[in-house]
């Protein structure tokens, strides 16, 4: 790998820039190190040789030349030129193979000028890049050849002075390349813009201070942040303006940048090729699209998140309803059974709504003449009937919590957003009134003033035109037209909350007489005789189904619209379920009558 760097020397002394070949300097100083004799420490290791000169006589030679063709008299002329060609450790090239690089290169691109060629192997702070410095002076001493990166004669006529043009240097890196191609070694993009570090700068403040920075590197970090939040070049220069005090200079090309603290502007390109104006406005273009893609990327998650809850919802809806139909087909196959086996009793007619088993009711009634143990029996159905009527109006809140907190979680109208933003809306108006009546009183030489207040009116017309739009999207989201329905549907979403925390709060008190009911059925039963007992175990599907008539024909006055045949057999199978857990749990068929059998 190469890289090459041009010098302009303006020194008329060339017997300076020998000392400099062949003796030790100080890097930072850069003045010659001496012996104890006042005597210049000649370099440890280095070639040198002279092209149409020669070395010890260079300095004389340029000068006669220069005489000869009167050149080279103002101070501020360039008298010479320096070459540095540089070649990475990696390449293991050897100081004769850099000293024959030098060569091809002013055989090719400087010819007839009087060169001098070093090769030194160190390089800086001992880094072990071998270079070649090729200083030559200004005027051609013999004719050169016409190539086509010469614009004018003057370019390679005998006596005319040399120009390090754009084209020239372009034409010189390419051959670098090339050649460093050919020969097998590493090479970068020389074409390519740096970020143009200042080394010795950098170097300096570093041994004063291990976390000093440049100020290209201060400005290039600040770029680099705001580029993630900037919407366009002109909102990232007039936050810098604005805000941080930043003085920057915009062309249609070009722009440069100046902190509080400098001296001079920086130009983009001098930053590096990420760094001018069509790069950066490109960079936040990129990013505006890195963040767009982004927010789509979590919008597209978070519908499929609520997609999916939507789905194990309605599965567990479906799942719900399977388990209830089998339950009632169970249920029903047990009734059938129990029925082939005993006398039939009469069945409940389904248009009589209001009306359970008159059949079964008389024969309960002339039982209760002959027997005081059926009013056992008849509270036993009574609480079976009131226990099924709470399982059902448990089941039909939780239903209707289900639905409700669906509607709470996805229609939510978002109305208290919608609020602030209108008063946003209005504060921003009376923002832009306010700057309207001062842009008013600006007078004409107060143009900055003036540009600062339209700038400012036109960035709160923009934040308003968002929010309007915001607005719009949550009226589209909720179905609305104006704010007035929003309000309204606001109310309604507050009420279907307060509606939820009611049904919850019933359910609770459910559960309780539920228990309360379950423990009476346990007293009743268990207070009951041997003689009642058995008869109610003889008998119990005629009482079960007695008490789902007289609790259906409840529940068909109480809840008449929302009332369902399943549902009231769903929540007998739950209370004959819960009931048989009640008696069968030891106190009723063992402990009870161990008691009475062991008194």
């Given at each position: 790998?190469?890289?090459?760097?041009?010098?302009?020397?303006?020194?008329?002394?060339?017997?300076?820039?020998?000392?400099?070949?062949?003796?030790?300097?100080?890097?930072?100083?850069?003045?010659?190190?001496?012996?104890?004799?006042?005597?210049?420490?000649?370099?440890?290791?280095?070639?040198?040789?002279?092209?149409?000169?020669?070395?010890?006589?260079?300095?004389?030679?340029?000068?006669?030349?220069?005489?000869?063709?009167?050149?080279?008299?103002?101070?501020?002329?360039?008298?010479?030129?320096?070459?540095?060609?540089?070649?990475?450790?990696?390449?293991?090239?050897?100081?004769?193979?850099?000293?024959?690089?030098?060569?091809?290169?002013?055989?090719?691109?400087?010819?007839g000028h009087q060169a001098i060629l070093a090769v030194h192997p160190d390089g800086h702070n001992g880094t072990g890049n071998v270079h070649v410095h090729i200083v030559i002076n200004s005027v051609r001493k013999y004719e050169?050849?016409?190539?086509?990166?010469?614009?004018?004669?003057?370019?390679?006529?005998?006596?005319?002075?040399?120009?390090?043009?754009?084209?020239?240097?372009?034409?010189?890196?390419?051959?670098?390349?090339?050649?460093?191609?050919?020969?097998?070694?590493?090479?970068?993009?020389?074409?390519?813009?740096?970020?143009?570090?200042?080394?010795?700068?950098?170097?300096?403040g570093k041994e004063a201070n291990p976390d000093f920075k440049t100020d290209k590197d201060m400005i290039r970090e600040r770029l680099d942040a705001l580029i993630q939040h900037a919407e366009s070049l002109d909102h990232m220069?007039?936050?810098?303006?604005?805000?941080?005090?930043?003085?920057?200079?915009?062309?249609?090309?070009?722009?440069?940048?100046?902190?509080?603290?400098?001296?001079?502007?920086?130009?983009?390109?001098?930053?590096?090729?990420?760094?001018?104006?069509?790069?950066?406005?490109?960079?936040?273009?990129?990013?505006?699209?890195?963040?767009?893609?982004?927010?789509?990327?979590?919008?597209?998650?978070?519908?499929?998140?609520?997609?999916?809850?939507?789905?194990?919802?309605?599965?567990?809806?479906?799942?719900?309803?399977?388990?209830?139909?089998?339950?009632?087909?169970?249920?029903?196959?047990?009734?059938?059974?129990?029925?082939?086996?005993?006398?039939?009793?009469?069945?409940?007619?389904?248009?009589?709504?209001?009306?359970?088993?008159?059949?079964?009711?008389?024969?309960?009634?002339?039982?209760?003449?002959?027997?005081?143990?059926?009013?056992?029996?008849?509270?036993?159905?009574?609480?079976?009937?009131?226990?099924?009527?709470?399982?059902?109006?448990?089941?039909y809140n939780l239903n209707k919590i289900s639905d409700l907190d669906y509607e709470i979680r996805h229609h939510n109208p978002n109305y208290q957003s919608y609020v602030e933003n209108q008063a946003l809306i209005r504060k921003?108006?009376?923002?832009?009134?306010?700057?309207?009546?001062?842009?008013?009183?600006?007078?004409?030489?107060?143009?900055?003033?003036?540009?600062?207040?339209?700038?400012?009116?036109?960035?709160?017309?923009?934040?308003?035109?968002?929010?309007?739009?915001?607005?719009?999207?949550?009226?589209?989201?909720?179905?609305?037209?104006?704010?007035?329905?929003?309000?309204?549907?606001?109310?309604?979403?507050?009420?279907?909350?307060?509606?939820?925390?009611?049904?919850?709060?019933?359910?609770?008190?459910?559960?309780?007489?539920?228990?309360?009911?379950?423990?009476?059925?346990?007293?009743?039963?268990?207070?009951?005789?041997?003689?009642?007992?058995?008869?109610?175990?003889?008998?119990?599907?005629?009482?079960?189904?007695?008490?789902?008539?007289?609790?259906?024909?409840?529940?068909?006055?109480?809840?008449?619209?929302?009332?369902?045949?399943?549902?009231?057999?769903?929540?007998?199978?739950?209370?004959?379920?819960?009931?048989?857990?009640?008696?069968?749990?030891?106190?009723?068929?063992?402990?009870?009558?161990?008691?009475?059998?062991?008194?």
């Open positions: 790998m190469a890289i090459i760097k041009h010098i302009p020397v303006k020194n008329r002394y060339y017997s300076a820039a020998v000392e400099y070949l062949t003796c030790k300097f100080d890097e930072h100083t850069m003045k010659p190190l001496e012996d104890a004799k006042g005597r210049m420490i000649m370099r440890d290791n280095f070639l040198i040789e002279g092209i149409n000169c020669k070395v010890d006589t260079f300095g004389a030679e340029c000068i006669e030349v220069n005489r000869y063709y009167g050149k080279n008299n103002a101070a501020r002329d360039v008298k010479a030129h320096h070459y540095i060609i540089s070649f990475a450790p990696e390449d293991n090239i050897t100081m004769q193979e850099a000293m024959d690089f030098g060569k091809q290169y002013v055989e090719k691109f400087l010819p050169g050849k016409k190539e086509r990166w010469q614009d004018k004669p003057c370019e390679y006529r005998q006596g005319c002075k040399h120009k390090s043009t754009g084209k020239f240097m372009h034409a010189a890196k390419r051959w670098v390349m090339r050649e460093c191609m050919v020969k097998g070694y590493n090479q970068v993009n020389l074409l390519a813009r740096s970020d143009g570090n200042n080394y010795w700068v950098e170097k300096r220069i007039y936050y810098l303006e604005h805000v941080e005090d930043w003085q920057i200079r915009e062309t249609n090309k070009t722009i440069s940048f100046r902190m509080p603290h400098m001296k001079k502007s920086i130009r983009g390109k001098s930053l590096g090729e990420k760094y001018d104006k069509e790069a950066l406005e490109q960079r936040i273009e990129k990013a505006m699209e890195a963040k767009e893609e982004a927010e789509r990327i979590r919008k597209a998650r978070e519908e499929a998140i609520r997609n999916e809850q939507e789905r194990m919802r309605l599965a567990d809806s479906e799942w719900r309803q399977s388990e209830k139909l089998v339950q009632h087909e169970e249920a029903h196959t047990t009734r059938t059974e129990a029925s082939v086996l005993k006398e039939p009793v009469d069945e409940f007619e389904e248009a009589s709504n209001n009306e359970y088993d008159m059949t079964f009711a008389t024969k309960l009634e002339q039982a209760t003449v002959t027997s005081p143990d059926m009013d056992v029996i008849s509270e036993a159905m009574d609480i079976r009937a009131k226990l099924i009527c709470l399982e059902y109006e448990q089941e921003k108006q009376s923002y832009i009134n306010q700057w309207t009546q001062e842009l008013g009183q600006c007078k004409l030489f107060q143009r900055d003033l003036k540009k600062y207040y339209k700038e400012q009116i036109q960035e709160a017309e923009s934040e308003i035109s968002d929010i309007k739009e915001a607005n719009t999207k949550i009226l589209a989201k909720a179905g609305c037209r104006n704010e007035d329905e929003l309000r309204c549907y606001q109310d309604s979403y507050q009420q279907k909350k307060k509606q939820c925390d009611i049904l919850a709060q019933r359910n609770q008190s459910i559960k309780k007489e539920c228990a309360a009911l379950k423990e009476s059925y346990i007293n009743l039963i268990s207070q009951a005789d041997e003689s009642t007992r058995e008869k109610f175990i003889t008998d119990k599907k005629e009482y079960q189904k007695s008490s789902a008539a007289k609790a259906e024909a409840i529940l068909r006055g109480m809840y008449a619209e929302a009332y369902s045949e399943m549902d009231a057999q769903t929540a007998m199978i739950r209370v004959e379920t819960s009931l048989q857990n009640v008696v069968g749990d030891g106190r009723f068929h063992n402990g009870i009558i161990r008691t009475k059998g062991s008194r």
